[in-house]
């Protein structure tokens, strides 16, 4: 077990839902991402909150909105998805030691991921 | 941008070999590089973590080199077990980036067959 915990790990959503992805850690950390791997390219940045305080976005289109509401929680909302969103999203964390540049150079910490498939 | 290439893709074996999994990347500006392994339906787990200024790590039967000048790294892997067949990816964590961000390579899928 990683100490990071992800829920739903399976969702199936048409393109005109809402739907939103839930990620919690457990390891007293105050930096989490989230990542998208799919099949046919290596896994990708998305969102970095530090100190919670959103400090990257990776040209990530609008309709995905990530929501960190403290260190220990972090979400991805999800509305009007195309069928090339369906990917496993992963949530790491980490430890940060400040919100300049160099700060994030912990190891990351994964959790199991959500499979997402849009139809 | 950095880009990182692991070779090979994919790779199988019988249980006990040696095995050498290999990884590049094109800036060697880094302040570390990563192993880690995914199994099936789970998440990353971390291997190993090289800091730019040391040369190797090791962990039980798992051994990583870095060569940053020349942008490689290698995954030994001593005495190959089942269990160890995973896809392993190698990350890199660049001086040029934003905040915290890895560039992952493709991965190489193992088998290792009893």
């Known amino acids: 077990e990683t100490g990071v915990t992800q829920t739903p790990r399976h969702l199936v959503m048409g393109m005109t839902n809402k739907k939103s992805l839930k990620c919690e850690q457990h390891l007293g950390h105050n930096a989490m991402y989230w990542y998208k791997q799919s099949a046919k390219k290596p896994l990708e940045l998305m969102f970095v909150y530090s100190l919670e305080e959103r400090v990257e976005n990776n040209s990530v289109p609008s309709r995905f909105s990530p929501e960190c509401p403290n260190s220990s929680h972090l979400f991805l909302h999800l509305h009007t998805l195309q069928p090339e969103d369906s990917a496993l999203y992963l949530c790491?964390?980490?430890?940060?030691?400040?919100?300049?540049?160099?700060?994030?150079?912990?190891?990351?910490?994964f959790g199991p991921g959500t499979r997402l498939t849009v139809l | 941008k950095q880009e990182v290439t692991q070779i090979p893709a994919a790779l199988s074996v019988p249980e006990g070999e040696n095995l050498v999994l290999n990884c590049s990347f094109t800036?060697?500006?880094?302040?570390?590089l990563q192993w880690f392994r995914q199994d099936p339906g789970k998440g990353l787990t971390s291997l190993l973590l090289i800091q730019s200024s040391q040369r190797e790590q090791t962990s039980g039967r798992l051994n990583a080199s870095l060569d940053k000048s020349s942008g490689r790294s290698t995954l030994y892997i001593a005495a190959s077990q089942p269990g160890d067949s995973a896809t392993y990816l190698c990350?890199?964590?660049?001086?040029?980036?934003?905040?915290?961000?890895?560039?992952f390579g493709r991965g190489t899928q193992l088998t290792v067959w009893p």
């Open positions: 790491a964390s980490s430890q940060a030691h400040a919100r300049t540049s160099g700060s994030l150079t912990d190891t990351q910490y």
């Open positions: 990350a890199v964590r660049d001086r040029g980036s934003t905040l915290g961000r890895l560039y």
């Open positions: 800036d060697s500006a880094i302040y570390n």
